[in-house]
Protein backbone atom coordinates (compact mmCIF):
# COMPACT_ATOMS: atom_id res chain seq x y z
CA UNK A 1 0.00 0.00 0.00
CA UNK A 2 1.20 3.41 -1.13
CA UNK A 3 2.15 5.62 2.19
CA UNK A 4 0.09 8.61 1.24
CA UNK A 5 -3.12 6.58 2.25
CA UNK A 6 -2.47 5.00 5.31
CA UNK A 7 -3.68 7.12 7.90
CA UNK A 8 -6.95 6.89 6.45
CA UNK A 9 -7.75 3.40 6.56
CA UNK A 10 -10.28 2.77 9.04
CA UNK A 11 -9.57 1.34 12.73
CA UNK A 12 -9.00 -1.93 11.53
CA UNK A 13 -6.04 -0.91 9.54
CA UNK A 14 -2.67 0.13 10.22
CA UNK A 15 -1.21 3.46 9.04
CA UNK A 16 2.45 3.01 7.68
CA UNK A 17 4.51 5.55 9.25
CA UNK A 18 5.76 8.69 7.11
CA UNK A 19 10.14 8.93 7.02
CA UNK A 20 10.76 11.26 10.01
CA UNK A 21 14.60 12.71 10.67
CA UNK A 22 15.19 11.36 13.80
CA UNK A 23 17.60 10.06 16.68
CA UNK A 24 18.18 6.96 14.10
CA UNK A 25 20.01 8.99 12.11
CA UNK A 26 23.09 8.99 14.30
CA UNK A 27 22.89 5.60 14.58
CA UNK A 28 23.91 5.39 10.90
CA UNK A 29 27.54 7.00 11.24
CA UNK A 30 28.29 4.47 13.59
CA UNK A 31 27.44 1.30 12.84
CA UNK A 32 25.15 0.07 9.74
CA UNK A 33 21.08 0.34 9.54
CA UNK A 34 21.13 -3.71 9.98
CA UNK A 35 23.14 -3.59 13.17
CA UNK A 36 21.44 -0.48 13.95
CA UNK A 37 17.76 -1.88 13.87
CA UNK A 38 18.45 -5.23 15.46
CA UNK A 39 19.33 -3.30 18.48
CA UNK A 40 16.10 -1.57 18.87
CA UNK A 41 13.40 -2.85 21.47
CA UNK A 42 10.04 -2.51 20.00
CA UNK A 43 7.27 -1.85 21.97
CA UNK A 44 4.84 -4.47 22.89
CA UNK A 45 1.97 -5.77 20.89
CA UNK A 46 -1.04 -6.01 23.58
CA UNK A 47 -4.01 -4.56 22.21
CA UNK A 48 -6.39 -6.92 20.29
CA UNK A 49 -8.56 -4.49 19.02
CA UNK A 50 -8.04 -1.09 17.74
CA UNK A 51 -4.32 -1.64 18.11
CA UNK A 52 -3.39 0.31 14.99
CA UNK A 53 -1.59 3.01 16.12
CA UNK A 54 -0.29 1.08 19.32
CA UNK A 55 3.79 2.24 19.81
CA UNK A 56 3.03 4.49 16.89
CA UNK A 57 5.66 6.99 18.14
CA UNK A 58 8.71 4.48 18.11
CA UNK A 59 7.65 2.94 14.41
CA UNK A 60 7.55 6.74 13.81
CA UNK A 61 10.99 7.58 15.07
CA UNK A 62 12.72 4.69 13.61
CA UNK A 63 10.79 4.92 10.15
CA UNK A 64 13.70 5.49 8.08
CA UNK A 65 16.27 3.23 10.16
CA UNK A 66 14.33 0.39 9.57
CA UNK A 67 13.38 0.74 5.95
CA UNK A 68 17.49 0.84 4.83
CA UNK A 69 18.10 -1.97 7.55
CA UNK A 70 15.43 -3.94 5.17
CA UNK A 71 17.10 -3.05 2.46
CA UNK A 72 20.67 -4.36 3.82
CA UNK A 73 19.06 -7.80 4.98
CA UNK A 74 18.17 -8.47 0.93
CA UNK A 75 15.99 -11.12 -0.06
CA UNK A 76 15.81 -15.42 0.53
CA UNK A 77 14.02 -15.62 -2.63
CA UNK A 78 14.92 -12.66 -4.79
CA UNK A 79 11.92 -13.54 -7.55
CA UNK A 80 9.25 -12.94 -5.11
CA UNK A 81 10.06 -9.47 -4.77
CA UNK A 82 9.85 -8.12 -8.42
CA UNK A 83 6.78 -8.78 -10.47
CA UNK A 84 7.55 -10.01 -13.97
CA UNK A 85 6.76 -12.56 -16.27
CA UNK A 86 9.69 -15.04 -14.05
CA UNK A 87 7.18 -14.03 -11.44
CA UNK A 88 4.09 -15.16 -12.80
CA UNK A 89 5.47 -18.70 -14.67
CA UNK A 90 6.66 -19.48 -10.93
CA UNK A 91 4.05 -18.50 -8.75
CA UNK A 92 0.87 -17.99 -10.73
CA UNK A 93 -0.55 -21.68 -11.26
CA UNK A 94 -1.01 -22.03 -15.47
CA UNK A 95 -5.20 -22.33 -14.81
CA UNK A 96 -4.69 -18.92 -13.40
CA UNK A 97 -2.58 -17.43 -16.50
CA UNK A 98 -4.50 -18.95 -18.97
CA UNK A 99 -7.76 -17.74 -17.91
CA UNK A 100 -6.22 -14.18 -17.42
CA UNK A 101 -4.86 -14.21 -20.83
CA UNK A 102 -8.15 -15.38 -22.36
CA UNK A 103 -10.24 -12.31 -20.68
CA UNK A 104 -7.12 -9.83 -22.02
CA UNK A 105 -8.18 -11.60 -25.12
CA UNK A 106 -11.86 -10.94 -25.44
CA UNK A 107 -12.80 -14.19 -25.06
CA UNK A 108 -14.91 -13.84 -21.90
CA UNK A 109 -14.46 -14.91 -17.97
CA UNK A 110 -15.95 -18.28 -18.33
CA UNK A 111 -12.34 -20.22 -17.71
CA UNK A 112 -11.76 -17.22 -14.82
CA UNK A 113 -15.26 -17.84 -13.47
CA UNK A 114 -14.73 -21.94 -13.08
CA UNK A 115 -11.50 -21.80 -11.25
CA UNK A 116 -14.23 -20.70 -8.16
CA UNK A 117 -16.78 -22.41 -6.40
CA UNK A 118 -18.91 -20.25 -4.18
CA UNK A 119 -18.63 -22.44 -0.47
CA UNK A 120 -20.37 -19.62 1.21
CA UNK A 121 -23.06 -17.05 -0.05
CA UNK A 122 -20.89 -14.24 -1.72
CA UNK A 123 -17.70 -15.85 -0.58
CA UNK A 124 -15.34 -17.66 -3.40
CA UNK A 125 -12.47 -20.21 -2.96
CA UNK A 126 -10.15 -21.70 -4.82
CA UNK A 127 -7.21 -24.19 -4.95
CA UNK A 128 -5.99 -23.14 -8.60
CA UNK A 129 -4.78 -19.49 -8.42
CA UNK A 130 -1.10 -19.94 -7.04
CA UNK A 131 1.45 -22.75 -7.00
CA UNK A 132 3.16 -24.72 -4.45
CA UNK A 133 6.50 -22.66 -5.34
CA UNK A 134 4.65 -20.13 -4.07
CA UNK A 135 3.09 -21.16 -0.97
CA UNK A 136 6.92 -22.57 -0.34
CA UNK A 137 8.96 -19.53 -0.88
CA UNK A 138 6.25 -16.69 0.89
CA UNK A 139 6.73 -19.22 3.87
CA UNK A 140 10.83 -19.63 3.29
CA UNK A 141 10.51 -15.53 2.96
CA UNK A 142 8.76 -14.66 6.14
CA UNK A 143 11.04 -17.01 7.91
CA UNK A 144 13.62 -14.90 6.82
CA UNK A 145 11.72 -12.07 7.80
CA UNK A 146 10.89 -12.88 10.74
CA UNK A 147 14.41 -14.32 12.15
CA UNK A 148 16.55 -11.41 11.06
CA UNK A 149 16.10 -9.62 14.28
CA UNK A 150 14.61 -6.41 12.74
CA UNK A 151 11.47 -5.23 14.10
CA UNK A 152 8.07 -5.50 12.73
CA UNK A 153 4.86 -3.92 13.08
CA UNK A 154 1.54 -5.64 13.63
CA UNK A 155 -0.06 -5.86 10.54
CA UNK A 156 -3.52 -4.66 11.73
CA UNK A 157 -5.57 -2.97 14.13
CA UNK A 158 -6.74 -7.07 15.38
CA UNK A 159 -3.85 -9.05 14.46
CA UNK A 160 -0.96 -8.84 16.03
CA UNK A 161 1.75 -10.97 14.61
CA UNK A 162 2.74 -11.53 11.27
CA UNK A 163 3.91 -8.61 8.55
CA UNK A 164 2.69 -5.77 6.35
CA UNK A 165 4.57 -6.72 3.39
CA UNK A 166 5.31 -2.94 1.50
CA UNK A 167 7.28 -2.72 4.66
CA UNK A 168 10.02 -4.99 4.04
CA UNK A 169 10.37 -5.01 0.34
CA UNK A 170 7.73 -6.14 -1.41
CA UNK A 171 5.62 -3.15 -2.67
CA UNK A 172 6.45 -4.19 -6.77
CA UNK A 173 5.34 -7.66 -6.23
CA UNK A 174 2.12 -6.89 -4.67
CA UNK A 175 1.56 -3.62 -6.83
CA UNK A 176 2.09 -6.07 -10.18
CA UNK A 177 0.00 -8.93 -8.65
CA UNK A 178 -2.99 -6.85 -8.17
CA UNK A 179 -3.20 -4.76 -10.97
CA UNK A 180 -2.53 -8.09 -13.11
CA UNK A 181 -5.19 -10.64 -10.97
CA UNK A 182 -6.27 -9.65 -7.92
CA UNK A 183 -8.24 -6.23 -9.18
CA UNK A 184 -9.81 -7.87 -11.96
CA UNK A 185 -11.18 -10.47 -10.12
CA UNK A 186 -12.51 -8.38 -7.80
CA UNK A 187 -14.24 -6.77 -9.86
CA UNK A 188 -15.56 -9.62 -11.56
CA UNK A 189 -16.65 -11.51 -8.63
CA UNK A 190 -18.40 -8.29 -7.03
CA UNK A 191 -19.14 -6.02 -9.78
CA UNK A 192 -21.77 -4.55 -8.10
CA UNK A 193 -19.17 -2.62 -5.18
CA UNK A 194 -15.74 -3.00 -7.46
CA UNK A 195 -15.80 -0.36 -9.82
CA UNK A 196 -13.30 1.54 -12.07
CA UNK A 197 -11.52 3.00 -9.17
CA UNK A 198 -12.57 1.06 -6.38
CA UNK A 199 -9.97 -0.70 -5.93
CA UNK A 200 -7.09 2.00 -6.61
CA UNK A 201 -4.92 1.22 -4.14
CA UNK A 202 -4.08 -2.08 -2.12
CA UNK A 203 -2.68 -3.25 1.91
CA UNK A 204 -0.86 -6.60 1.62
CA UNK A 205 -0.08 -8.37 4.89
CA UNK A 206 0.18 -11.75 6.42
CA UNK A 207 -1.26 -13.05 9.58
CA UNK A 208 0.05 -16.08 11.96
CA UNK A 209 -2.31 -17.69 14.04
CA UNK A 210 -0.80 -20.10 17.13
CA UNK A 211 -0.98 -21.40 20.20
CA UNK A 212 1.71 -19.03 21.65
CA UNK A 213 0.23 -15.43 20.05
CA UNK A 214 -3.21 -14.81 18.24
CA UNK A 215 -4.65 -17.63 18.35
CA UNK A 216 -8.41 -16.25 16.89
CA UNK A 217 -10.22 -13.04 16.01
CA UNK A 218 -13.09 -11.57 16.60
CA UNK A 219 -16.10 -10.88 14.35
CA UNK A 220 -15.49 -8.08 12.28
CA UNK A 221 -15.61 -6.58 8.81
CA UNK A 222 -12.41 -5.63 6.64
CA UNK A 223 -11.26 -1.67 5.61
CA UNK A 224 -11.65 -2.50 1.99
CA UNK A 225 -14.25 -3.40 -0.82
CA UNK A 226 -12.82 -6.68 -1.49
CA UNK A 227 -10.33 -9.24 0.44
CA UNK A 228 -8.10 -11.56 -0.67
CA UNK A 229 -7.02 -14.12 1.99
CA UNK A 230 -4.37 -17.10 0.65
CA UNK A 231 -3.63 -20.20 3.28
CA UNK A 232 0.19 -20.12 3.06
CA UNK A 233 0.16 -23.33 5.29
CA UNK A 234 1.86 -25.12 8.06
CA UNK A 235 -0.14 -27.90 10.69
CA UNK A 236 -2.37 -26.47 12.61
CA UNK A 237 -6.09 -27.64 13.59
CA UNK A 238 -9.28 -25.65 14.17
CA UNK A 239 -9.41 -22.32 13.00
CA UNK A 240 -12.30 -22.15 10.55
CA UNK A 241 -12.87 -18.84 9.03
CA UNK A 242 -16.77 -17.69 9.93
CA UNK A 243 -19.50 -16.10 7.93
CA UNK A 244 -22.02 -13.73 8.83
CA UNK A 245 -25.39 -13.11 6.86
CA UNK A 246 -24.97 -9.65 5.55
CA UNK A 247 -26.92 -6.79 8.11
CA UNK A 248 -26.64 -4.62 5.50
CA UNK A 249 -24.67 -1.41 5.28
CA UNK A 250 -26.02 1.72 6.45
CA UNK A 251 -28.31 2.85 3.86
CA UNK A 252 -27.25 0.83 0.93
CA UNK A 253 -28.14 -3.02 0.87
CA UNK A 254 -26.76 -5.48 -1.90
CA UNK A 255 -29.22 -5.65 -5.33
CA UNK A 256 -30.62 -8.71 -4.83
CA UNK A 257 -29.25 -11.04 -7.05
CA UNK A 258 -26.10 -10.46 -4.76
CA UNK A 259 -25.50 -12.98 -1.41
CA UNK A 260 -24.25 -12.33 1.00
CA UNK A 261 -24.65 -15.52 3.79
CA UNK A 262 -23.82 -17.27 6.61
CA UNK A 263 -21.25 -20.20 6.88
CA UNK A 264 -17.60 -21.55 7.67
CA UNK A 265 -14.60 -22.25 5.28
CA UNK A 266 -11.94 -24.93 6.49
CA UNK A 267 -8.57 -23.35 5.52
CA UNK A 268 -5.82 -26.51 3.62
CA UNK A 269 -2.54 -24.64 1.60
CA UNK A 270 -3.51 -23.21 -1.00
CA UNK A 271 -6.88 -22.20 -0.43
CA UNK A 272 -7.53 -18.74 -1.39
CA UNK A 273 -10.99 -16.73 -0.81
CA UNK A 274 -12.22 -13.65 -1.98
CA UNK A 275 -15.28 -12.43 -0.29
CA UNK A 276 -16.51 -8.49 0.27
CA UNK A 277 -15.07 -6.19 3.07
CA UNK A 278 -17.95 -5.44 4.53
CA UNK A 279 -19.28 -8.86 4.76
CA UNK A 280 -18.68 -9.97 8.67
CA UNK A 281 -16.36 -12.55 9.43
CA UNK A 282 -14.70 -14.51 12.56
CA UNK A 283 -11.19 -16.74 12.37
CA UNK A 284 -12.13 -19.35 15.08
CA UNK A 285 -10.34 -20.81 17.83
CA UNK A 286 -6.64 -22.58 16.70
CA UNK A 287 -6.79 -25.48 18.59
CA UNK A 288 -3.25 -26.60 17.90
CA UNK A 289 -0.50 -25.98 15.30
CA UNK A 290 0.71 -22.80 13.22
CA UNK A 291 -1.32 -21.58 10.34
CA UNK A 292 0.15 -18.18 8.47
CA UNK A 293 -2.34 -16.59 5.71
CA UNK A 294 -1.18 -13.53 3.10
CA UNK A 295 -4.19 -10.95 3.03
CA UNK A 296 -4.54 -8.19 0.41
CA UNK A 297 -7.25 -5.74 1.24
CA UNK A 298 -8.50 -3.39 -2.06
CA UNK A 299 -9.69 -0.05 -1.46
CA UNK A 300 -10.01 3.01 -3.29
CA UNK A 301 -7.99 6.04 -3.16
CA UNK A 302 -6.74 7.32 0.73
CA UNK A 303 -9.01 4.44 1.76
CA UNK A 304 -12.31 4.87 0.69
CA UNK A 305 -14.67 1.66 0.72
CA UNK A 306 -17.53 1.85 -1.54
CA UNK A 307 -20.61 0.61 -0.10
CA UNK A 308 -22.96 2.04 -2.65
CA UNK A 309 -23.88 -0.83 -5.54
CA UNK A 310 -23.18 -0.17 -9.20
CA UNK A 311 -26.54 -0.12 -11.16
CA UNK A 312 -26.20 -2.83 -13.88
CA UNK A 313 -25.25 -0.29 -16.45
CA UNK A 314 -22.59 1.09 -14.41
CA UNK A 315 -20.60 -1.99 -13.86
CA UNK A 316 -17.37 -2.59 -15.40
CA UNK A 317 -17.41 -4.94 -18.63
CA UNK A 318 -14.99 -8.18 -18.49
CA UNK A 319 -12.57 -6.07 -21.52
CA UNK A 320 -12.54 -3.02 -18.81
CA UNK A 321 -11.73 -4.71 -15.90
CA UNK A 322 -9.01 -7.29 -17.65
CA UNK A 323 -7.48 -4.75 -19.80
CA UNK A 324 -4.07 -5.09 -21.87
CA UNK A 325 -1.28 -6.06 -20.05
CA UNK A 326 1.05 -3.15 -19.43
CA UNK A 327 4.66 -4.45 -17.75
CA UNK A 328 6.02 -0.70 -17.59
CA UNK A 329 3.99 -1.19 -14.32
CA UNK A 330 6.70 -3.28 -12.71
CA UNK A 331 9.61 -0.92 -13.82
Known amino acids: MRRSIAAALSASLVGASVPAASSAAGQFSAKSALEAARTLI ?29 HELGPLHARLYSYDAGF ?57 VENSGIPRRRPNGMNRYGVILDQVGFERAMAGLVDAYIRPLASMLFPETVGRHDADEHYAFTVRYEADGDTELAKH ?11 LGRGWQGGKLRFFEYEGSGMYALPGNASAGAGDVEFQPGLAIIHRGQH ?38 ARDRWGARDWNLEL
Open 221 to 231: GDASVATLNVC
Open 88 to 144: EETYISAEFRNAGAAARKGKGEDAALALFDEVVPGVFASKHLFTEQFLTDMLGELSH
Open 42 to 70: PPQVLTKKGGEYEGHDFWDEHDSLLVQAW
Open 280 to 317: KHQALRLISGERTNLVVWLMGKYGVVRVAPYKPHEQMS
